[in-house]
């Protein structure tokens, strides 16, 4: 377990001699200050919260950002929203790229969609916390969105495929929807069943 960003790919801030580079994702770490966080499962009330904005980007927002990614890869994940591991601040991670030992870490921080296209597109979705249940779901195919970068800096994305696919699947948790929400009644009854089967059987030992 590893903690404290000091550093980042993109090279804008150097890493100190002490830090450790996490050869997962390029980031520099103090060590014994970052934590893999358990990522909450439904049926909880948590995830139901509506996450707040980010009022300033400072260390502590840095940690949570490094603490959701360290989580995210730990869960084999590829994005993350802080309400699902029990904060519900408008922070998203997500790192498509992990193949081959590269990864590309990137956070979206009080994340806004501009606009959004009338064409749908339709992609499978899974979700951390609807651990294996996958199915279609029909979004709008791209997307502009304005975010805080880890430097508070805003930025702008356009985005298409997977990347719109899973910014808006995040953004929904940031509003406490999940992608099981979008389902037909039926199809969204029989997840959280078999959700609850499952819980049942956790809480069992
Ligand atoms: O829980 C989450 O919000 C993250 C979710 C993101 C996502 C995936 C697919 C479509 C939309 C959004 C996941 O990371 S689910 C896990 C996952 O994608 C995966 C796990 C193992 C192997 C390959 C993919
Ligand atoms: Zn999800």
Not at 35 to 48: C, E, G, Q
Not at 171 to 179: C, N, P
Request: hydrophobic letters at 40%.
């Amino acid at each position: 377990m590893l903690a404290g960003i000091i550093g980042h790919p993109g090279g804008h801030k150097p890493c100190e001699s002490a830090a450790i580079l996490d050869p997962r994702n390029g980031l520099a770490y103090l060590p014994g200050t970052m934590a893999v966080r358990p990522v909450i499962v439904a049926p909880d009330p948590r995830l139901k919260l509506v996450s707040t904005d980010v009022e300033k980007v400072d260390d502590e927002i840095r940690t949570l950002v490094a603490d959701m990614l360290e989580s995210m890869y730990e869960a084999d994940g590829i994005g993350l929203a802080a309400v699902q591991i029990g904060v519900p601040k408008r922070v998203i991670v997500m790192d498509l790229d992990q193949k081959d030992g590269k990864n590309n870490p990137r956070a979206f921080i009080n994340p806004k969609i501009l606009w959004a296209s009338d064409e749908m597109a339709t992609f499978e979705e899974g979700c951390l916390s609807v651990p294996e249940i996958w199915d279609e779901i029909e979004r709008p195919a791209r997307i502009r969105a304005e975010f805080l970068d880890r430097e508070g800096v805003r930025q702008e994305v356009e985005a298409d495929g997977l990347l719109a696919t899973c910014l808006q699947h995040e953004m929904d948790h940031l509003q406490g929807v999940l992608f099981i929400d979008h389902l037909s009644k039926l199809k969204r009854s029989i997840a959280l069943r078999k959700l609850q089967k499952a819980k049942r059987l956790k809480d069992a030992g």
